[in-house]
């Protein structure tokens, strides 16, 4: 069965004005009714980098899990951030950027890709230690705009260190939105029957014309993990200075009915969850 990750984290991280905390807190409460499998909604990252994440720490305590059956992702940047995650009963997985361009990996997490390795291995031991579960996104995934080396097996290398770490989930980040269908369907059809016992997924960056594409290279070549955000807002600010929208929700959704995937969503709880994405990000 397909699994859908809602990022209302990612939305909100980038948002030209601080959403208050309140509003926060009610728009994941009606997302997680819908029955998204988990929902990514906040990080422990430094404030300075990520202002609109500083009150991650308020909004953990009350949100309501009982509403449905989705578990909480958060971002997690180092091993301090992580340490402080692994705290929150109410969170199921952590995740970490881990990047296969060394000048990203600098910008996005002060560390060089050597450093973040045994950061992962670091965290990898926490999670497993307080029965939480450790996501890897592997950004750059699909191009590197910097100029530096990149190719399907660099990535595929570095996949290969965190299966030797025992991470069960690896999703593939388009961060910049370069991904072609060439190159996602090489990936996949590479990385999905290599690693059988490890779930690989997709984080694609789309703009509104190319998103399809993209999501039928990955979901041909074995990808059942897919990460959107409501409305296709969003994108990472440590990437460049204009954001790529994520892939829309709604996009996604309807390319499951398409497909005849189940995905078992609550469409009253999902209609409630789009009007308030209307408030929540207005301009």
Not at 89 to 98: Q, V
Not at 166 to 190: C, M, Q, R
Not at 249 to 260: D, G, H, L, P, V
Request: aromatic share 8%; hydrophobic share 45%.
């Amino acid at each position: 069965m397909l699994k859908l990750i809602e990022c209302p984290r990612d939305a909100m991280q980038g948002w030209h004005h601080l959403i208050p905390t309140s509003e926060k807190i009610a728009y994941l409460n009606a997302l997680l009714k819908v029955g998204f499998d988990t929902i990514d909604f906040g990080s422990f990252v430094s404030p300075k980098a990520i202002p609109q994440m500083a009150d991650t720490r308020e909004v953990v305590g009350q949100l309501d899990l009982s509403a449905g059956s989705s578990k909480l992702l958060a971002i997690v940047a180092n091993v301090r951030g992580a340490e402080e995650a692994v705290t929150f009963e109410e969170i199921s997985y952590l995740g970490f950027p881990f990047s296969v361009s060394e000048t990203f990996q600098l910008r996005n997490t002060n560390k060089t890709i050597a450093e973040s390795l045994e950061q992962v291995d670091a965290m990898q031991e926490l999670c497993i230690k307080n029965r939480k579960e450790l996501v890897i996104y592997i950004s750059m995934g699909f191009g590197n705009p910097y100029g530096e080396p990149y190719s399907p097996e660099i990535v595929l290398k570095y996949v290969e260190e965190m299966v030797k770490m025992d991470i069960g989930i690896v999703s593939l980040a388009d961060t910049v939105g370069v991904a072609d269908p060439v190159t996602i369907a090489n990936l996949f059809k590479h990385l999905v029957p290599a690693y059988p016992g490890i779930e690989i997924g997709a984080h694609f960056h789309a703009a509104p014309n190319n998103w399809k594409e993209k999501i039928m290279a990955a979901y041909n070549n074995g990808c059942k993990r897919f990460d959107s955000a409501m409305k296709g807002i969003g994108g990472c600010p440590m990437a460049k200075d204009e954001l790529v929208g994520n892939l829309a929700t709604e996009n996604m959704i309807a390319f499951c009915q398409e497909q005849n995937e189940p995905l078992n969503l609550d469409e009253a709880a999902l209609l409630q969850a789009r009007q308030m994405a209307d408030m929540v990000f207005r301009n």
